[in-house]
């Protein structure tokens, strides 16, 4: 009888992990338009100079790099598509990745 329990409770803990796996996002999209959008609205907002807007560009994009390649590394079963590439679905990691760039730039200011 206790073979019988160990059995179906193992049983039922690999089925719980295999409905956990299946109903986790696999697909996250990410507005890159928007957060581009943002980023020259702030370069504006900011009159940023000519001269500092290269080097300012130039730290955004290595921002946003770093804050996609340290995502899909934190989360590596899941693929990440820009928004306007998906009709729907996936998880909106959009205000995450702005974040992140956030603190990025900060610190490399």
Do not use: C
């Amino acid at each position: 009888m206790t073979t019988i329990n160990a059995v179906f409770s193992v049983a039922a803990l690999a089925l719980m992990a295999v409905l956990f796996w299946i109903r986790e996002e696999r697909v996250a999209v990410f507005d890159k338009k928007a957060l581009t959008k943002h980023f020259i609205t702030q370069l504006a907002e900011h009159r940023v100079k000519d001269e500092k807007i290269s080097e300012t560009t130039l730290k955004f994009k290595r921002a946003l790099r770093e804050s996609l390649d340290f995502y899909r590394a934190s989360h590596p079963h899941q693929l990440v598509l820009r928004k306007e590439a998906v009709a729907f679905g996936g998880a909106d990691i959009t205000d995450t990745i702005a974040g992140r760039v956030a603190q990025t730039m900060k610190r490399a200011s």
